[in-house]
Nanobody, 121 residues
Framework: QVQLVESGGGLVQAGGSLRLSCAAS????????MGWYRQAPGKQRELVGE???????NYADSVKGRFSISRDNAKNTLYLQMNSLKPEDTAVYYC???????????????WGQGTLVTVSS
């Protein structure tokens, strides 16, 4: 069994910063792309950004220049550094990973439980 556990969410004032972490654990052979998604109240879940195992990144236009994704492959951990936060960044942030299960090499997609980020104006 594989799980993703996010941490680092909270309340911050507009213009502030937060750093989210997502730790993957369990029967993991390898992790391919990892990403952050978010879902605001009444809206659909959307991609914030993603990073391949080789370090290539892709961001939503709304966060380019403000958010930065990184990963520590040795620790199976994903990070999201969020700067210059805006009230419209308020959402539940979810971690996502595409990986191969140890032993069977079965490809699976796993989601974390989400962490709430609230940006006050």
């Amino acid at each position: 069994q594989v799980q993703l556990v996010e941490s680092g969410g909270g309340l911050v004032q507009a213009g502030g910063s937060l750093r989210l972490s997502c730790a993957a654990s369990g029967s993991i052979f390898s992790i391919n792309t990892m990403g952050w998604y978010r879902q605001a109240p009444g809206k659909q879940r959307e991609l914030v950004g993603e990073i391949t195992s080789g370090g290539r990144t892709n961001y939503a236009d709304s966060v380019k220049g403000r958010f930065s994704i990184s990963r520590d492959n040795a620790k199976n951990t994903l990070y999201l550094q969020m700067n210059s936060l805006k009230p419209e960044d308020t959402a539940v942030y979810y971690c996502n990973a595409g990986l191969l299960v140890l032993g069977t090499l079965r490809p699976v997609e796993v989601w974390g439980q989400g962490t709430l980020v609230t940006v006050s104006s």
